[in-house]
């Protein structure tokens, strides 16, 4: 999910379903509550004024939960800018990027933001190395404990226009509960291995000139399965090999194992949109396809020689020139690339299916030790 500025609302059909505020990952609902969720997660610059604000860009998201008799949860405020006690820690990515936590967690807690700040280190690395690409942008990332974590909620906070953020995020805790391992915090886990490494995946897929990426209100240059496809085969490939456990629920929610199953994925994959009219539970399975389409053709080709090769197309690269530049350097038409995709999805039924992808392996030189 890449879109800046989003409003959706969705129909009951997929009821068992909600979307991640920040990652826009579907995941199921503990529980038997019912939810319908809008959300939107808007960085934008507030408009000129006379005496220039310095803090003028503005990030808010807003979620809204109704329960199964269509009533709205009632909303909460959080606003950091209010909150006692809160403290920004600043800390080196690799030379000359940086993370930035405003939190509220007390000081004793020091422990806790290094370790995120590790993982995160880990996360550019794995990024950087598996696409041979560099990330040249910081993260904020607002992590922010509350006594529950509401169901509706709006949050806003305000930075720097001059800032370098790359990546401005939210992840919410629940007051006294374990941070760490298989019992701890989701939203932690989803955002430090899951919503990162995507994110990031965009980032350096933007730096890709020739590389056509849809655009809200825009025609579709159909790239779109391409694209997520990366970024799903970056943050998978990250949770797969830092947190298992992590990975196999991720795997869960995008229903892995039954996408292709579905004859509307297979009909429209290949011409996915930013804008469409898809069901939240056809869009979760969309991603989940395109990560399985990404996995097939990047066996063939590891992913840093082909974004290479894309780099250096001298045109345009839309959706039929990514699959005839895929043709040519893979020998996989678009019929080719479905059945491998299918195949690979029956091997993860199967559960035959290797625990890393050798090619991705190779381009890692070591396994981080983030001891979760
Ligand atoms: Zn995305």
Redesign the pocket.
Known sequence: ??SRSSNLEFPGTRAKWSIDPLS?IFKKLRGALVFFIIFLSVPCQAPAQAQPDPYSVVFSQKITAFDYQGLAYPVQKIIPAAMPGIQEKVFPLTPGRSLAILTNLGKNRGGDLERIASVVKACYRHVENSTGMELSKDVLLYLIELDKIPFSYEFEAKYSAVSNWGEVRLVLLKKDSPLWGNQGSRELSEFLFDTLP??L??DVLAKIEPLQHDIDGQPSFHTRWF??GV?ELLAKSFSRREFPPAWERFMELRNIGATFRNPLVRRNIFNWSQENQNTMGLESDLYGASWLLAMSWSEKMPLVRFLQVLDASKTKVDGSRLMALLKRETGLNSDGLLESAVRKELAFLRKSEPIQQPHLQAAIPQKVDIAL
């Open positions: 999910m890449r826009g995507h994110e995946g965009h694209i997520e970024c």
